[in-house]
């Protein structure tokens, strides 16, 4: 660990370890939210309604992934199907209340969880700590090509 990107590639394959084993894995009943049901759910409540057309070239998936993706959050009631104006038959996901209603349980848990870990911190490492990793991010959908709204 001679060079700090080092560090950074390290602590960053030790949050992602803590995140997959805290956080969303898969639906059960009163349980956290599936990860893909959680991503795909702020992207729409940011944009609103998206087709899959929308959805691939916003995540970089395949469609046939997405169609996966979606069939499941239809048949938990996450999303509905709605008609895309400008598109004839074609059809967009729009988040119903039930998704809003489950998506901000699973936000509220984990701003809970991060408010433990966070909270022998000072509010001013707190807001250097959201800087940082919001410029991180920013810097990797840059390269990407593909930016995330933020609210």
Known sequence: MDKPTHLIE???MLLGRHIHMTGPR?????GPMD???YILLSRIRLEGPMSIGELSEAFG???S??????????RAGLV????DPGAGIARKFRITGEGERLLDDERDRSVRGLEKVLSDWT???VAAFAAFLQRFNTDI??????????P
Do not use: C, K, V
Request: aromatic share 4%; no cysteine; glycine share 8%.
């Open 65 to 74: 992934t997405l169609n996966r993706q979606t069939a499941a959050m239809l």
């Open 123 to 125: 509010p001013e490492d």
């Open 61 to 63: 998936l395949d469609p």
């Open 26 to 30: 898969g639906r059960r009943a009163g």
């Open 10 to 12: 390290y602590e960053t």
């Open 80 to 83: 509905e199907r709605i008609p």
């Open 35 to 37: 990860r893909s049901a």
């Open 141 to 150: 959908e840059r390269l990407a090509g593909r930016p995330w709204p933020r």
